[in-house]
């Protein structure tokens, strides 16, 4: 069964700051992987899919790398802005069986 | 941007009683979900619906929670006799197809008294 880790549980930074959120996956056999951020009672936004074959994705400051083998992805956010902060969520999609998700990162960016 | 609706935004309703929550997926989209989050807890995957059925659901959807796509564009999500366990954010989600991007609409929070 597909269990999903994220570490820190929070992470609070100052404005400006490169940081680096974890994501890990115990089944390696993945079809993909999506990072989504949750804004406090809000629906979740997809920012990033990365597909089993890739390394890695980019979406303006973002960054996502997938290392299948040893079951982890990383979430980089390159010039962190108050806006930013929100809580960040990892899923993982093995083919057949729906997203299973992390419980999160909270992230605050302090102006 | 096409995005995926939901109704209402939030919803009380008394415990035993049955409550819709409604969905409007991407239209040209073809697989369907229900997930769930309990205040504090993690995305729970409740069922996903292709091709007019259930295609997987989890443990979560027992006998008191159906699904229906009663008219070709909205996907509703029926638990029959509510208890209080059943209060958490309802999050309805569509993909083109299986293992692409799933499109998740803003959540219905369901608060059962």
């Known amino acids: 069964k597909q269990e999903v880790t994220q570490i820190p549980a929070a992470l609070s930074v100052p404005e400006g700051e490169n940081l680096v959120l974890n994501c890990s996956f115990t089944d390696s056999a993945i079809y993909n992987l999506q990072w989504f951020r949750q804004d406090p009672g809000k629906g979740l936004t997809s920012l990033l899919l990365?597909?089993?074959?890739?390394r890695e994705q980019t979406s303006g400051r973002l960054n996502a790398s997938l290392d299948k083998s040893s079951g982890r992805s990383t979430l980089y956010i390159a010039a962190s802005q108050p806006g930013d902060s929100a809580t960040y969520l990892c899923?993982?999609?093995?083919?057949?069986?729906?997203?299973?998700f992390g419980k999160g990162t909270r992230l605050s960016v302090i102006a | 941007e096409p995005e995926v609706t939901q109704t209402p935004s939030h919803q009380v309703t008394q415990m035993g009683q049955e409550v819709i929550l409604r969905c409007v997926p991407i239209s040209n989209h073809l697989y369907f979900y229900w997930y769930r989050q309990i205040l504090g807890q993690k995305v729970e995957f409740l069922v996903s619906f292709y091709n007019n059925e259930i295609s997987e659901k989890s443990e979560i959807f027992d006998d008191q929670f159906s699904v229906e796509r009663p008219d070709g564009s909205n996907f509703t999500l029926k638990i029959r006799s509510t208890k209080l366990e059943d209060s958490a954010m309802y999050f309805c989600?569509?993909?083109?197809?299986?293992?692409?991007?799933?499109?998740f609409g803003a959540g219905t929070r369901l608060s059962v008294l």
């Open positions: 990365i597909q089993s074959s890739q």
């Open positions: 899923a993982v999609d093995s083919g057949n069986t729906p997203l299973v």
């Open positions: 989600a569509s993909s083109v197809r299986q293992g692409n991007i799933q499109y």
